[in-house]
Structure formats: structure tokens, C-alpha cells
């Protein structure tokens, strides 16, 4: 009889956790596609154009970025490997697979934060487009550093589920480069005047509201699984 049972508990987990891979494997996939094509529309043309004609905001019309390329090359190029790196830390597969891969990816992420925020705090201080919008820069930057902070200190103190949840919010944040441009230039909200109170709104927004979303599922699967395990 126990040779029997034993094929029927191992199959069936599998056939459980195979949607839920796929599922996985599908939302991962599509992340890293809208990363791609983020990289591809909004940054290689200030590498493919270094000139003051590339650097020039389409809507003032003056060359606000020229003056800071160096801080904003430090920040895009930061930016891009963060948000290209970032997805594969939350592959359970690849983890088990590539522990090593894993940890090293892992720095490389945390690395570009770092260097990333400090870009983004040079430019939200020198911005040409105001205080206002200089001040949301720089709260980007103090959300991005600080959800990067404790996922770092959580795995030094061996707290693994806590660095896991603090990285799916550091990355949140990483995200929001992608979700500026979404809000700023695609939909309803690209319609929206005047610019500067779009774009104002629009850098609080970008990050805030998929902070606050992807809190509320942590959430509520930190309170699904302490419900199980009562």
C-alpha cells in the first residue's frame, strides 16, 4: 500500500505548481519585454546620439540634460541594469539552479541602485523644471535607495523572506522609469495640462501607486499563509 500512496502525494503537488509556473514564467517574460522595449525607445538614443541636439527636452526646448549628461548617463545606465537585472531574482528556478549566478546578479541590482540614486539625487537637485518636480526626483531616488537598503540588510541578517519582499519593492521602484513613460505618453493621462502639473503628478504617481499595490498583495499572502499554517 505505501508503494502506492507514495506516487499519488508527488504527482499531485506538481500538477498544483504547474499553473502557477506558468504563470510565473508568462508575467516574467512580459516584464522583462516592456523592459526591453523601454531600454530600446527611452535610452540607447542618448548613446547612439552624443550630442547637446539629443540631449534637448522636446517640450522646453532647451538643453536641460546637456549640462548633467554625465550624472544622467550615470543614472540611465545604472537604471537599465537594475531593471534588467532585477526580474531574475525573483525566478524560484533560477535561484535553485544558479545559487551563485543568483548572488552575484543580486550585488550587480543592489550595486546599480546605488549608483542610479545618486544620479537621480544630482538631477532632482539641478532639474531645470522646477522645485516641484525636482522634490518628486528626489523622493524616486529616497524610495529607490531605501527598499535596496533593506533588502541588503535583510539578507546580511539571514532574513530571507523579508529580502525576498524587499526586493519585489525595490524593483517596484525600478519599474517606475517604465510606468513615467506609460502614464507621461501613452492614455488619458499623456492628455493632461498643463505639462508641468503632469509631470509633477505623474513622478509621484509612477511610484507610489505600484508600491502601494504590490504592498497590499504582500500583504494579504503574508496573511493567507499564516492562516494556513494556524
Same mark, same amino acid.
Given at each position: 500500500?505505501?508503494?502506492v500512496a507514495?506516487?499519488s502525494?508527488?504527482?499531485?503537488?506538481?500538477?498544483?505548481?504547474?499553473p502557477?509556473?506558468a504563470?510565473?514564467?508568462v508575467?516574467?517574460?512580459?516584464?522583462?519585454a516592456?523592459?526591453?522595449?523601454?531600454?530600446?525607445?527611452?535610452?540607447?538614443?542618448?548613446?547612439?546620439?552624443?550630442?547637446?541636439?539629443a540631449?534637448?527636452?522636446?517640450?522646453r526646448?532647451?538643453?536641460n540634460?546637456?549640462?548633467?549628461?554625465?550624472?544622467?548617463l550615470?543614472?540611465?545606465?545604472?537604471?537599465?541594469?537594475?531593471?534588467l537585472?532585477?526580474?531574475?531574482?525573483?525566478?524560484?528556478?533560477f535561484?535553485?539552479?544558479?545559487?551563485?549566478?543568483?548572488?552575484?546578479?543580486?550585488?550587480?541590482?543592489l550595486?546599480?541602485? %546605488?549608483?542610479?540614486? #545618486?544620479?537621480a539625487? =544630482? $538631477? *532632482?537637485i539641478g &532639474?531645470?523644471?522646477?522645485?516641484?518636480?525636482?522634490?518628486?526626483l528626489i523622493?524616486?531616488?529616497v524610495?529607490w535607495?531605501?527598499?535596496?537598503?533593506m533588502?541588503?540588510?535583510a539578507?546580511?541578517?539571514?532574513?530571507?523572506?523579508?529580502?525576498?519582499?524587499?526586493?519585489?519593492?525595490a524593483?517596484?521602484?525600478?519599474?517606475?522609469?517604465?510606468?513615467?513613460?506609460?502614464?507621461?505618453?501613452?492614455g488619458?493621462?499623456?492628455?493632461?495640462q498643463?505639462d508641468?502639473?503632469?509631470?509633477?503628478t505623474?513622478?509621484?504617481?509612477?511610484?507610489?501607486?505600484?508600491?502601494?499595490? %504590490?504592498?497590499?498583495? #504582500?500583504?494579504l499572502? =503574508? $496573511? *493567507?499563509?499564516a &492562516?494556513?499554517?494556524?
Amino acid at each position: 500500500m505505501s508503494t502506492v500512496a507514495a506516487p499519488s502525494r508527488v504527482v499531485a503537488p506538481q500538477r498544483r505548481s504547474a499553473p502557477h509556473f506558468a504563470a510565473k514564467l508568462v508575467g516574467s517574460a512580459a516584464i522583462l519585454a516592456v523592459a526591453l522595449a523601454f531600454v530600446f525607445r527611452y535610452v540607447f538614443r542618448y548613446y547612439l546620439h552624443y550630442n547637446e541636439a539629443a540631449f534637448t527636452d522636446p517640450i522646453r526646448g532647451g538643453a536641460n540634460y546637456w549640462a548633467m549628461r554625465g550624472w544622467l548617463l550615470m543614472h540611465m545606465t545604472a537604471g537599465m541594469v537594475a531593471l534588467l537585472t532585477g526580474p531574475w531574482q525573483f525566478w524560484t528556478g533560477f535561484r535553485a539552479r544558479y545559487a551563485r549566478l543568483h548572488h552575484v546578479t543580486g550585488r550587480v541590482f543592489l550595486g546599480a541602485v %546605488a549608483v542610479g540614486s #545618486l544620479g537621480a539625487f =544630482r $538631477m *532632482g537637485i539641478g &532639474t531645470s523644471f522646477g522645485w516641484a518636480f525636482g522634490f518628486a526626483l528626489i523622493a524616486i531616488a529616497v524610495a529607490w535607495i531605501t527598499t535596496a537598503g533593506m533588502a541588503y540588510y535583510a539578507i546580511l541578517r539571514r532574513r530571507i523572506q523579508t529580502h525576498k519582499e524587499w526586493m519585489v519593492r525595490a524593483y517596484v521602484v525600478t519599474f517606475s522609469f517604465v510606468t513615467f513613460r506609460l502614464f507621461n505618453d501613452f492614455g488619458p493621462t499623456s492628455r493632461l495640462q498643463p505639462d508641468s502639473d503632469r509631470a509633477i503628478t505623474i513622478a509621484w504617481a509612477c511610484w507610489a501607486l505600484p508600491l502601494l499595490a %504590490a504592498e497590499v498583495i #504582500l500583504q494579504l499572502r =503574508r $496573511m *493567507g499563509s499564516a &492562516t494556513n499554517s494556524a
